[in-house]
């Protein structure tokens, strides 16, 4: 089986790009980052301290998580109500951060992502998959971009979606995660030694699927 390993920080556009480049290459495609954002919405929704790992780690047993491809794109249901909008929220993004950075969730979604790896041709998008959860991908790229370029993108879309927020928010927040991100102690985020470095903070949106698409068509061999 072929897998490809897109990983970067929050705001790069790893999940659009993946999956775009999925579609287009046949592969299925595992938003990891969804996963961890829908344990985050359940812990905000049942008034769940997110840092507390042993509060966290008492809900795993009451969460099911599912992604569903239908012919709008992916959707994501938690407990089998689709949460696709709700878990794109700024605050569930924060909380995702904050759940991802224990040992016991990630250990919980690891084997069900490594299941499908297994199962499939994937395209597979995340902080640590490279690193971590699959540490002998056929390709790995580490998708990057400045972070003004991140925020930029991330409250043009929130403003489109006609949600009120002011751009230093926004940046604050991505420089929040960037933080936390790299900071954890389980899995932090990183560059794998053997993944392709991209920058995008100075190419649009079909610039970087095309650069991504060569990438994986000459390594994915």
Same mark, same amino acid.
């Given at each position: 089986m072929i897998s490809i390993a897109i990983d970067g920080p929050s705001g790069a556009g790893k999940s659009t790009l993946a999956k775009r480049l999925a579609k287009q290459l046949g592969y299925i495609y595992v938003d990891t980052g969804a996963m961890y954002r829908a344990i985050g919405l359940y812990a905000l929704q049942h008034g769940i301290d997110v840092k507390n790992e042993t509060a966290v780690q008492a809900t795993l047993a009451d969460i099911c998580i599912g992604l569903k491809h239908e012919d709008d794109g992916q959707h994501v249901y938690l407990n089998k109500k689709d949460v696709s909008d709700a878990i794109r929220e700024e605050k569930v993004g924060m909380a995702a951060s904050a759940v991802s950075a224990h040992p016991t969730v990630r250990a919980y979604l690891l084997e069900a992502q490594r299941g499908m790896a297994m199962a499939a041709d994937v395209l597979m998008d995340g902080r640590d998959i490279g690193t971590v959860v699959l540490p002998d991908a056929t390709v790995k790229i580490f998708l990057t971009a400045s972070s003004k370029a991140r925020a930029q993108r991330r409250y043009k879309e929130l403003c489109e979606k006609g949600q009120t927020i002011d751009f230093d928010t926004v940046l604050a927040d991505i420089e929040q995660r960037d933080y936390?991100?790299?900071?954890?102690?389980? &899995?932090? *985020? %990183?560059?794998? !030694?053997?993944? #392709? *470095?991209v920058d995008t903070s100075d190419l649009n949106f079909e !610039?970087?699927? !095309? %650069? *991504? /698409?060569? /990438? #994986? %068509?000459?390594? &994915?061999k």
């Open positions: 936390n991100d790299t900071h954890r102690a389980a &899995a932090p *985020l %990183k560059q794998a !030694e053997d993944a #392709i *470095l !610039e970087s699927f !095309e %650069k *991504l /698409l060569d /990438l #994986i %068509k000459t390594h &994915a």
